[in-house]
């Protein structure tokens, strides 16, 4: 309690600050997101019904910005830093419409925790303009000193994108494709990824 206080104390009234309280534990407990669910998981004397409309209120008018939410789950870390990153993105459709994020989370003792993300207006792969929004929003918010290195999935190639994450020296693991053209210093040519890690070449 007393670290939200300390974080959302500026912009929620003590009353919504305790319903995100309430909201987090019935979240552990229930491990549902369905609202019925969590109303009846409050562990608070109020009936089911009365925490449903309080959480139907809170969705519906509260206003949490990226930063703010960012900083509360960056402030629950057990470790500060140097973190590891992870990069991802996730697709799916609800009802007719394509629900398509792209999150970047931190990797504590091989957990990924979401630490932030943005909404993607159509399917498909990001792009670099998006990936960068995001890194460059990490350094806003936490410092270029509380990244270790970048983990990402091979989705997330390309030179701009590379070039971007070179420039700010932020070391990277990127899984590529077996046929994804390297350059090789012995060879001085561009020769397939497989070729070198293929101990019979």
């Known amino acids: 309690m007393t670290l939200f206080k300390a974080h959302f104390g500026d912009f929620l009234n003590l009353a919504r600050i305790r319903l ?8 552990c407990k229930i491990k549902s997101v369905n609202y019925s669910k969590l109303s ?13 409309r309080r959480i139907q209120r809170f969705m519906s008018d509260a206003a949490l910005s990226m930063e703010w939410v960012a900083k509360l789950i960056f402030a629950l870390l057990p470790e500060k830093g140097p973190l590891v990153l992870v990069m991802d993105r996730t697709n ?13 989370g931190v990797c504590y003792r091989n957990v990924a925790f979401p630490l932030m993300f943005r909404m993607l207006d159509k399917r498909g792969n990001s792009n670099t303009g998006e990936r960068i929004a995001l890194v460059k929003d990490f350094i806003a918010w936490f ?15 390309g030179e701009d994108w590379l070039g971007f994450l070179n420039r700010e020296n932020i070391r990277y693991h990127i899984r590529i494709r077996n046929n994804f053209k390297v350059f090789s210093p012995r060879k001085q040519a561009q020769v397939k990824a497989w070729h070198l890690f293929n101990p019979y070449r």
């Open 20 to 27: 995100v309280c309430h909201f987090i534990t019935a979240l």
């Open 92 to 104: 799916w459709k609800l009802g007719e419409g394509n629900i398509n994020i792209l999150m970047l």
């Open 143 to 157: 410092g270029r000193e509380r990244i270790d290195c970048l983990l990402a999935d091979r989705e997330f190639v």
């Open 40 to 52: 009846a998981g409050f562990g608070t004397r109020a009936n089911a019904s009365s925490n449903y």
